[in-house]
Structure formats: structure tokens, C-alpha cells
């Protein structure tokens, strides 16, 4: 995300599934305390729980390569299955992760209808988080690639809250989000078409092409989403096709994934004072009438697995390459549609982005107790961006803006940067008692960053590197253990992480400013989970503190604003996670969660006055989030799912003058399947709350609301 203009402007599922600032006392004692008591007393793995298995029996592969449970991994992950989604409609991110403890995702914003930014730990900036597509990194050289995540023919979603600094490196900061489809040779085996609200139609299909030696299977889909806001949608197509063969003892892989994408941008509301302005509709889009972001992304990946005499042996190379042309336009600070012309500034794109990862480890077990993997991995991104700005008029009558060929030209500029993120790592599982485990890793990480990027002012040639470890350190202690009483397992564990990020790209058209040092995060997890009654229940309850320092401020040099270095925040909060299924087809899920996210020492400018923000809130980090879930379905009859999330009351800026109030959303899904078939229908948003859920990083004192109410109609059959 744009952390620049970001600074200057001041449910868990219910069906299985070296440079860095001191760290609060607090913190510490957590930790201690936490680690005291304990020591006191194959990435297509199938996960989907089955029998008598709670969710915490359902494997992981995203915390390390082990394909551990999720019950054995001392960190806070969670595991939703193919059938759950299915089950409630899900159709975006938001849906997909509503019952997650702790966990929102705010739809749409500057990068679009289709785009997300999710907000884990009360966190909220989308390049602090790390998206996974089947273990591949999406855009993590630069930006996290959400607006082209596509939820067809998934076989799981799994999502880690906290840093991954081992096995992800610099690029896992504060979350990981891991999306993974069916693998080669599988499929979801199903048709599904939906016609929706304001004419929205979806499609898609998957089916196993070939299942032999030889594997292959493909996914297509496509979709036309329009929304209250006649001006704004998308149009995309998306094909996934998998393919896998045995060749000399192991297995190889070459998935090809595409999606061309065309969107129409909404525009978010402008805050006047405490307030919005009343006389802006909910849905004014302030863009110019030929408004766009039109993507095409195609990626490759390859792999090769094979056991060897070391022990197991994986190696996975990708290359991505998107292309984006957009047109988009806000309005000026302190304007309206009523100051005369020339009230808002546009600017064209044309961004290329091409990103190159490369993995290979080497998995070894000693003895029966402990397990190790090494390896290296690199991360290459290469982008390059022309900008043309320009301003235009918004009428005041809410008539369509003019084109913006008929604005009038001001700055252009260009930015082409090159990035690299390369690292050798461990990771060991010690198991030193039946009860007792060590999870550990160190990543020796270096970072290596050319920029130029220039204007009609002229040109900027930066270079900036880093080199420095990156780890973490955990363990879980079984203090509870019973197959056949109620209570079947209860396992405590306490986690430690320490990483960095280096500074994030501006991709707007201001795209000027200094390599900044890398931002640095210390963070400390402790909980608690269990499950029981022959797998129908489980339940989680975590404690975290995370520290970053580092954070670009806002300030003035010589006159100028500039941005440098200092600015520290500090997350800590509390979750907790209850899954009971009622009777065989009826589960209820339930979570809570306190997050306190504070500014620590935050000296900054806002409207040219300096300001310290110790001691506020994060803007758009609710202290309070809750969820509630009913799951009633599962083969043939009758289907429902009913979810409701709260949101509490959080700020929507950075002094703590302006207090959003708290707001509830209803998901609902009721269908029927029959042989094969099945009729549904699907509400989002049913509430129709429009509340504010982001903030723009274009648009100056803009927020985006949520989408409102939509209705699906779907039909699906299998294959």
C-alpha cells in the first residue's frame, strides 16, 4: 500500500479446517510467563478433518513443511475446507474468512471493486501481509496481488495470523493468507452458475482432465459483478490448469494461471470535518466517464518433489507477470463539486510488474524425534510505471465527468524499480517428550533495491540494501490427553518472532521520496487449544503483543515535506474461537476478539502543524469484533448457513477526533441439493450497512464504504 500519503495524511470455520526496537515489559512478561508454564508441567496434503476430528486435527502447510496439524503448530492458524465455502456462499474474501476470530477484510478500495484489504491483530494495510497462491507468493515483491484472487476450484483456505519470518522471509510482516486449489489430477468437479443483483452473473467449471501417471486438471470462471454504483464493476475471466507426471521416482509439476480482468472503479466518500458530507450521495463516483483498471496477469509455476537419500527434496520456480492500465480521479482537499472547475485530480497508468520466485529445501528426519528442513529461496520483482496526471471537474449536479482526454495535463513522471529478496533458512521440529515440542528457525535474509524514478523536475537514482537474521521460536505442550473422555486434548503453546519489512512502493502518481529503512516487528504469542467430544468441538484462545518500529513519519525538511524514519506502533489483543457441531449436520461457530492497536511514538505532520500520536488508536481498529455462524447441511436436503459479524466503534483519523460507530452484517445462504444438483440462494450484507471500512491512499480524507445489500441465485452440478 501507498505508505507515503498513507503517513502524510496524518471467525473461525465451523467445518474443519537484530534491528529492532526493545520490546515493552509487558510483553516480555506474557511470553515468559506463557513459556514457563509449558516447560513447567506435502502442500497437497488432504486436511479436511473427517470421523471423529476436530478442526485442530486438520493439517497445515503453511507455518512450516512438516504438514503438521493444526493443533501441534504453536502459533494462532486456521484451516476453512472446500466444503464450508461451498456451504455459505462464499463468494469474495470478506465471506470467506467472516468467521475467523480476530480477522476483517474491508472489500473494494483504491485498487478496485474486486480488490480486499484484510486486517489481522487490528492491523490494516495491505502490504504488511503476505498472499500465498498455492504456496506462490502473489505480488509479494511489491504489492500483494487481492484484487485478482480468484476462489474457484479451492480446496482450502489457510491463514496465519502473525509474522512468517522463516520460510516467507521479509515479505510475511504481519499475516499470511494461503490459497490453495485442488491439486493436478483433482478437481471440485462441478458447474456452478449464479445470476445476482444489479445483473451480476457468475460462472465456472472444473473438472480432472487426466489421472494416470500423467495428471491434469482445469479450472475456468468468469464473472460480471455490478454493484449499487451504476459506474462501478468488473468483468473477468480466469482459467487455472494443473498438470502433474511421475518422472525418475518423483513428482513434476507446471500449473499455468490467467486472469484478465477489466474494472470500473467505485470512489470512496469524502469526510468533511466529523462528518461526511450529506450531500454526496453514497454512490457518487467522482471518476472520469472512462474510469478504469483493466489487469492481465499470467503466471507459470514449476516443481519438482522427489524423496532422495538426504531426506524429501522440493523445488518450486514461478514467474508472474501483470500488466495494469488505469484512469482514476478524486476529489482535491477541502473542494466539492460546487468550487467551480478543475475541483479534482486524475492521472494515467501504466504499470508492469514481472516477479520470479524461486524455492528449494531439503526436509530431513533425525532419529524419531527431530525434523529439519534447509533451504533457499529468492524473490526477484522487477516493475515499471509511467504516470500522467491531469484535472478535470466533477459537476455538481452528479452528471457524468467528462472523459480524461478532455482534462487538463499537469505532472508526469515514471518509476522503475527492482527488487530482490533472497534467504537461506532452517527449521527444526524437536519433539523432546511425547507431550512436549520445539518449533524453531532462523532465515538469513538479504535485500537488495534499485529505483529511478523522475518528473519534469527532474530524476532520482536510489539504492538501498539490507542484510540481517529474521526467525522465530515456539512450543506446544500437550497438558491433556484423553481419546476416550469428553475433553479429548488440551494443548497450550507460546510463539516469538522477530522480522523486518523493507519499504513499500508508491505506486500512485506521486512516486518520488527516499528508500526508507526497513521497518522491524517483534511479536509474542500465547494461548490455548482443545478439542473434544469425539471431534465435535474445539475451541482456541490466544494472547498477542506486536511491536513495530521504524515507520515512516511525515515531516519537514528544509521547508519540504519529506518522510523519515521513527515512528512505532504497538498491537496486543486477545482471541477467542468456539466450534460445536449441535448434531451431524449442524454446526454453530462463535469468536471474539479485543484488539488495542496504539501509536507508541508517532511524532508527525498533519495540515502542517507537528502532532504526537502516543497513546491514540489506529484508525479503523475496532477494539471490538465478534462472529457468530450456524452451518446447517452437508449431502443431500436441505442447506442454510446464517453469519453475523460485528464490528465495534474504531476512529477515522489519526488524532481520535472523528469516532465511526459500530456496525453488524448478516450473511445468509438456503438451498437444497438432490443427486448431484443443488438450488441456492445467497444474501450479502443483508443489514445493508454502508459504513466506512477503508481508507483511501488516493483520494485525501476519502474513506470507502461497504458495499450493499446483494442477492445470488446459483445452480450447480457436478461433473
Not at 484451516?79 to 469474495?92: F, K, Q, S, T, Y
Amino acid at each position: 500500500m501507498h505508505r507515503k500519503i498513507r503517513i502524510i495524511l496524518a471467525v473461525r470455520s465451523p467445518i474443519p479446517f537484530p534491528q529492532t526496537t526493545t520490546a515493552h515489559p509487558k510483553c516480555h512478561l506474557n511470553a515468559l510467563v506463557a513459556a514457563a508454564l509449558m516447560l513447567a508441567s506435502s502442500a497437497n496434503a488432504e486436511v479436511a478433518p473427517a470421523g471423529d476430528a476436530s478442526n485442530l486435527d486438520a493439517v497445515q502447510v503453511t507455518a512450516n513443511r512438516f504438514a503438521e496439524q493444526v493443533q501441534e503448530v504453536p502459533n494462532s492458524i486456521e484451516v476453512i475446507g472446500a466444503e464450508e465455502l461451498r456451504a455459505r456462499g462464499v463468494n469474495d474474501l470478506r465471506t470467506a474468512l467472516s468467521l475467523l476470530g480476530g480477522v476483517s477484510v474491508a472489500p473494494g478500495g483504491d485498487e478496485g471493486p474486486a480488490a480486499a484489504v484484510p486486517s489481522l491483530l487490528g492491523l490494516r494495510e495491505v502490504d504488511d501481509f503476505e498472499l500465498l497462491i498455492d504456496g506462490v507468493p502473489a505480488g509479494g515483491a511489491f504489492i500483494p496481488q487481492f484484487a485478482t484472487l480468484d476462489l474457484s476450484n479451492v480446496e482450502r483456505i489457510e491463514v496465519q495470523r502473525g509474522p512468517a519470518p522463516v520460510l516467507y522471509g521479509t515479505t510475511a510482516f504481519a499475516g499470511t493468507i494461503n490459497l490453495i486449489h485442488y491439486a493436478a489430477g483433482s478437481a471440485e468437479k462441478r458447474i456452478n452458475l449464479a445470476y445476482g443483483t444489479f445483473g451480476s452473473v457468475e460462472g465456472s467449471a472444473s473438472t480432472v482432465l487426466v489421472q494416470s501417471e500423467y495428471r491434469a486438471s482445469l479450472g475456468v470462471d468468469g464473472a460480471r459483478e455490478r454493484y449499487s454504483d451504476s459506474r462501478s464493476g468488473l468483468d473477468r475471466g480466469h482459467l487455472l490448469l494443473r498438470n502433474a507426471m511421475d518422472i525418475d521416482g518423483g513428482e513434476a509439476r507446471l500449473d499455468l494461471d490467467a486472469t484478465i480482468q477489466h474494472q470500473r472503479p467505485a470512489s470512496p466518500r469524502p469526510l468533511e470535518g466529523a462528518a461526511f458530507d450529506p450531500e454526496t450521495p453514497l454512490d457518487f463516483n467522482q471518476n472520469p466517464a472512462d474510469g478504469k483498471i483493466d489487469t492481465n496477469r499470467f503466471q507459470l509455476t514449476g516443481g519438482y518433489d522427489k524423496n532422495v537419500s538426504v531426506g524429501s527434496w522440493g523445488t518450486t520456480l514461478s514467474v508472474t507477470h501483470t500488466h495494469t492500465q488505469l484512469v482514476q480521479g478524486f476529489f482535491n482537499p477541502d473542494s466539492d463539486a460546487a468550487s467551480g472547475p478543475d475541483n479534482a485530480t486524475g492521472f494515467h497508468e501504466a504499470r508492469n510488474l514481472t516477479e520470479a520466485y524461486l524455492d528449494t529445501h531439503v526436509t530431513h528426519r533425525f532419529g524419531s524425534s527431530l525434523v529439519a528442513t534447509f533451504g533457499a529461496s529468492e524473490l526477484y520483482g522487477r516493475a515499471h510505471q509511467d504516470s500522467q496526471v491531469f484535472s478535470y471537474t466533477v459537476p455538481d449536479d452528479g452528471s457524468l465527468p467528462n472523459p480524461s482526454g478532455e482534462g487538463t495535463p499537469q505532472d508526469s513522471g515514471y518509476l522503475s524499480d527492482r527488487r530482490s529478496f533472497a534467504g537461506t533458512y532452517a527449521q527444526t521440529r524437536w519433539n523432546l517428550t511425547r507431550n512436549l515440542g520445539l518449533l524453531a528457525g532462523l532465515r538469513l535474509n538479504h535485500t537488495d533495491e534499485r529505483r529511478s524514478s523522475g518528473t519534469l523536475d527532474g530524476t532520482q537514482e536510489q539504492r538501498a540494501s539490507t542484510t540481517r537474521l529474521s526467525g522465530s521460536f515456539g512450543a506446544n505442550w500437550r497438558v491433556w490427553q484423553d481419546a476416550e473422555g469428553d475433553l479429548d486434548d488440551v494443548v497450550l503453546y507460546a510463539s516469538y518472532g522477530n522480522t523486518f519489512q523493507t519499504p513499500q512502493i508508491d505506486f500512485g502518481p506521486d512516486n518520488q521520496g527516499p528508500l526508507l529503512r526497513p521497518e522491524t516487528a517483534r511479536s509474542y504469542e500465547s494461548g490455548i487449544k482443545a478439542d473434544g467430544f469425539d471431534g465435535r468441538f474445539s475451541a482456541e484462545l490466544s494472547v498477542f503483543c506486536v511491536d513495530f518500529a521504524n515507520q515512516p513519519v511525515a515531516t519537514v525538511v528544509d521547508n519540504t515535506p519529506a518522510l523519515v524514519n521513527g515512528g512505532r506502533e504497538r498491537y496486543k489483543g486477545a482471541e477467542l474461537e468456539l466450534n460445536y457441531r449441535l448434531v451431524q449436520r449442524l454446526a454453530l461457530s462463535a469468536n471474539y476478539s479485543y484488539n488495542d492497536a496504539r501509536y507508541r511514538d508517532f511524532q508527525t505532520v498533519i495540515d502542517g502543524a507537528s502532532v504526537q500520536l502516543a497513546g491514540n488508536q489506529l484508525l479503523l481498529s475496532p477494539h471490538d469484533l465478534a462472529g457468530l455462524g450456524l452451518t446447517y447441511g452437508g449431502g443431500d436436503g436441505f442447506q442454510a448457513s446464517l453469519v453475523a459479524n460485528y464490528v465495534g466503534n474504531r476512529y477515522l483519523d489519526m488524532q481520535n477526533t472523528v469516532n465511526a460507530g459500530s456496525y453488524i452484517t448478516v450473511d445468509s445462504t438456503l438451498g437444497y441439493a438432490f443427486r448431484g444438483y443443488s438450488i441456492s440462494v445467497s444474501g450479502y450484507n443483508l443489514t445493508n450497512r454502508r459504513d466506512p471500512v477503508l481508507r483511501s491512499e488516493l483520494g485525501e480524507g476519502q474513506f470507502y464504504l461497504l458495499p450493499g445489500r446483494r442477492l445470488f441465485v446459483r445452480v450447480s452440478a457436478s461433473l
